[in-house]
């Protein structure tokens, strides 16, 4: 199964799946903390650091 299959599948899988009521939700948001759930979010690669330049000769 490839990556963009997968995405596919689990996608199906989540739009099919009845909407949580506010309890649900407030018990997902107890146990995961928002901190946690934005650290779990990709994240752009550092960028890389430039040579240092050097002064003309």
Known sequence: MTREERRAYIRR???A???LDAEDA???????PMGGR???????PPSVPRPARTAAA
Request: net charge neutral; glycine share 0%; proline share 15%.
């Open 17 to 19: 799946a009845p909407p």
């Open 13 to 15: 899988i989540v739009d």
């Open 38 to 44: 934005l650290a779990a979010r990709p994240t752009t």
């Open 26 to 32: 407030d018990l997902i948001r107890a146990l995961i």
